[in-house]
């Protein structure tokens, strides 16, 4: 049988089953069902898109996977020529892996071998956010700080090295006061913490840990798995504030298979590259750089500059503003939006029980979590679509 994702099997409800899937619409035997998530965000052409799937079906009939591992191939190598060249600054040096989590584990790998390989071993801080999630493995728990995600860490005790900061100046300004030249890197998502709570802050905090990093020596990586690929209404927030290292995931194949790429810049590739074998990277994700992965991320891109998803993006917010913005209710704590997110935390999870069917007998997928009732849409919507989503989103609290 399938062991379901977060679910206690002994109760969970039956999950949909989906039949068919096309453009922003999942459909089951029974209802078609506009997907107000994007399967975890990814999805963000919508299911079934052309020039994906034909980029899929044209590399999987030469081959579809070989390994990376004293082999290379011309999808690889097309993707990583395409993502320098379209990537920000010199974040040009592209190690694949099959999923985001596993991308983070490299940029945290790549980032403590890159001081060991300079000498510095006493930077050993990793300095995280609070409300932080990078990913289900156990070294991204860890500097992850959500406990849903990471109790099982708690029966090893707590990490010394990973130290958790909120998004604010005056705490990062006393981090790096306070562990200075132990310091090692610090990871954040951007903008926009997603699985954390859809938790938004200001771009000055970035600017000044970028500052702060250069003044100290300190890599800063963005996890950008969720916020890449337009979702804060940026193309990557990497556009407005430069990272050592970048991460990038889910949307990076349209949703359509998984994969992930850890992007290092010049400065991080240097400290790897030496006569002495010990200073080489020492990761090699099975399915890294898989073929159909590759033309699917290179059709995506593709998409992403030819359907202008930025201006999208800012026209999905323009429509949750209106639609969502002061919206009120006893029951909500507050509404949050910002690109193509759109997210009300009440105060009691309880609140929210029963959202999913409620939904569902409506026409949307929807997948509330714990205080969170949100929208994280596929970007080819149309108007009446979107503000259908938002209308259910609202009716749920006038019924
Ligand atoms: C989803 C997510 C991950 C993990 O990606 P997987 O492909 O699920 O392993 C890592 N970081 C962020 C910010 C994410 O949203």
């Known amino acids: 049988m399938i062991w379901y994702p977060y679910e206690q099997m002994k109760n969970m409800k039956t999950p949909y089953k989906i039949v068919d899937a096309e453009g922003p619409y999942l459909y089951t035997e029974d209802a078609k069902l506009l997907d107000s998530i994007s399967s975890w965000w990814s999805v963000i052409y919508g299911y079934h898109q052309p020039q994906i799937t034909e980029a ?19 999808a690889a190598q097309d993707l990583s020529d395409k993502l320098a060249d379209w990537l ?9 892996s099959d999923s985001g989590s596993v991308a983070v584990e490299v940029a945290l790998k790549m980032a403590l071998q890159y001081y060991v390989n300079r000498g510095e071993k006493q930077r050993k801080t990793v300095l995280a956010l609070e ?23 708690q029966v090893y005790g707590e990490n010394p090295y990973v130290v958790h900061i909120p998004t604010e100046i005056a705490a ?45 020596g300190v890599l800063l990586i963005f996890d950008e798995v969720a916020t890449g690929f337009g979702r804060t209404g940026y193309r990557f927030v990497a556009d407005a504030v430069l990272p050592d290292i970048l991460v990038l995931g889910k949307g990076l194949t349209g949703g359509h298979i998984g994969h992930a790429v ?34 699917a991320a290179r059709a995506s891109i593709e998409l992403f500059d030819a359907l202008d998803v930025p201006a999208r993006v800012a ?19 507050e509404v949050r939006i910002m690109g193509g997110c759109a997210c009300i935390e009440v105060y ?24 969170y009732l949100y929208a994280m849409v596929p970007y080819v919507l149309t108007d009446e679509e979107l503000v259908h989503i938002f209308s259910v989103m609202k009716e749920w609290f006038r019924k």
């Open 348 to 371: 009691d999870a309880r609140t929210l029980a029963g959202y999913q069917e409620f939904a569902y007998k409506r026409g949307v997928f929807a997948r509330p979590f714990l205080t």
């Open 131 to 153: 409300h932080a999630y990078h990913g289900d493995t156990f070294k991204t728990m860890e500097v992850g700080d959500d406990e849903d995600y990471h109790f099982v860490l």
């Open 172 to 216: 990062l300004e006393k981090a790096f006061d306070r562990y200075k030249a132990e310091l090692n890197c610090l990871i954040v998502e951007p903008l926009l913490q997603g699985a954390g709570g859809m938790r938004m802050y200001d771009i000055a905090f970035l600017k000044r840990a970028r500052e702060l990093c250069d003044e100290h």
């Open 262 to 295: 850890t992007v290092a810049n010049q400065k991080v590739f240097a400290a790897f590259y030496d006569d002495s074998q010990e200073k080489a990277l020492m990761h090699g994700p099975t399915f890294m750089g898989n073929a159909l992965a590759c033309a």
């Open 88 to 96: 920000p600054g010199d974040l040009n040096y592209c190690f694949f």
């Open 56 to 74: 899929i079906c044209q590399q999987a009939a030469k081959f579809s996977h070989v390994m990376l591992g004293g082999l290379t191939h011309q």
């Open 315 to 333: 026209h999905i917010e323009e429509i949750a503003l209106r639609e969502l913005a002061g919206f009120t209710d006893e029951r909500i704590r």
